[in-house]
């Protein structure tokens, strides 16, 4: 008689699939580690492993180099392994859509597996995103000219995930001249940047800049915010405000009813002030000594003239409006005698000064 025995081989060949960074910003390169080992008992002949990346990841490289692709993807020819013993495969690829991306892996041998259940890995990541918003406002939108104002901006992460590199660009335009800030540095005035870093989600940050209105003209200052995040709703990325100081057109105009008296003869002198716009004005006053040569006799102020200094004190003129004033005074020299008045106005810049 005469026996022979047979025991085919078997061998748990497995795969485990991990990633660096679970949470990725769009554009990141991302690493995936594939580890595949042999449970015995036997040793694996052909084991093959297969990586397969799902659309919105692109691949970059892998270590060690893939032996091709096929329909299950990119495979690596791994060959014999004993039983107890481990290969590791790097695969390396960039992230470029923001949904949820899961990516498999599976692993192959010639020998019967005991246990086919471990022979696929999968890992899902998911990009971050962040829907940031920014708001710009301003103490004043009409101070004077020369005057400060100060700009208010504040930056939200509306989520749904938390912002990495926050920065937003905000440089003062000419006709706005840096005073300060509140941000502790985190602002550079020469260059308009303020570097905010990282902020989570429903996380809110303010930055306050005072600025001197350098001229009358409208100004607008714009503050645009960007993040290495992807945020979904870019539009309300940047945030603006105008700035116009006031001005007002101030003129003064002098008559006199008899301009050839007769010596101890009185004469009225009518000075009106109008105001030219476009902006309304305040402290506005007319300086109108009489000279020697004129006695001071009366006026129709109501007292906001002052004899002694000349002061008429108009106070607020709106846009487009007159007031006017006479005085009365004796002609007490019979030289000719010239009679000035001139405006001025604490609470606006007249861009016409020839007609004051």
């Given at each position: 008689s005469a026996s022979a025995t047979v025991d085919a081989p078997e061998a748990d060949v497995r795969i485990t699939k991990t990633v660096?960074?679970?949470?990725p910003n769009l554009g990141d390169t991302i690493h995936y580690t594939l580890t595949v080992t042999n449970d015995g008992p036997s040793s694996a002949t052909n084991v093959v492993a297969h990586d397969l990346l799902p659309s919105g990841l692109t691949f970059v490289s892998a270590s060690p180099a893939e032996t091709g692709t096929d329909a299950l993807g990119?495979?690596?020819?791994?060959?014999?392994?004993?039983?107890?013993?481990?290969?590791?495969?790097?695969?390396?690829?960039?992230?470029?859509?923001?949904?949820?991306?899961?990516?498999?892996?599976?692993?192959?041998?010639?020998?019967?597996?005991?246990?086919?259940?471990?022979?696929?890995a999968q890992v899902t990541l998911s990009a971050t995103q962040a829907n940031l918003a920014i708001t710009k406002t301003v103490d004043t939108a009409t101070p004077q000219v020369n005057g400060n104002v100060t700009y208010t901006v504040t930056v939200t992460n509306n989520g749904p995930d938390g912002a990495d590199a926050v920065v937003v660009n905000d440089l003062l335009p000419s006709g706005l001249t840096y005073v300060s800030d509140d941000g502790s540095g985190a602002y550079v005035s020469s260059t308009g940047v303020w570097t905010i870093g990282a902020l989570a989600n429903g996380a809110t940050r303010t930055l306050h800049i005072t600025a001197t209105a350098t001229g009358p003209s409208a100004v607008t200052n714009t503050a645009t915010l960007s993040s290495d995040t992807y945020d979904p709703t870019a539009g309300d990325n940047t945030a603006s405000v105008v700035v116009n100081a006031k001005d007002a057109d101030l003129d003064v105009t002098k008559t006199v009813d008899d301009s050839s008296p007769n010596l101890n003869a009185t004469v009225t002198y009518t000075v009106s002030v109008h105001n030219d716009g476009p902006d309304d004005t305040t402290g506005?006053?007319?300086?109108?000594?009489?000279?020697?040569?004129?006695?001071?006799?009366?006026?129709?102020?109501?007292?906001?003239?002052?004899s002694n200094t000349g002061v008429w004190t108009v106070g607020s003129l709106t846009n487009g409006q007159t007031k006017e004033l006479r005085i009365t005074a004796r002609v007490t020299n019979l030289s000719t005698v010239t009679n000035t008045a001139a405006i001025t106005a604490s609470g606006v810049f007249d861009p016409t000064s020839s007609n004051n």
């Open positions: 660096d960074n679970g949470s990119q495979y690596w020819n791994l060959g014999t392994m004993a039983s107890g013993t481990s290969q590791t495969i790097t695969v390396t690829a960039r992230v470029d859509a923001i949904t949820a991306l899961t990516n498999s892996a599976v692993v192959s041998a010639d020998q019967f597996d005991t246990n086919t259940a471990n022979n696929a506005v006053a007319v300086t109108d000594l009489l000279p020697a040569g004129l006695s001071y006799v009366s006026d129709n102020g109501g007292g906001a003239y002052v």
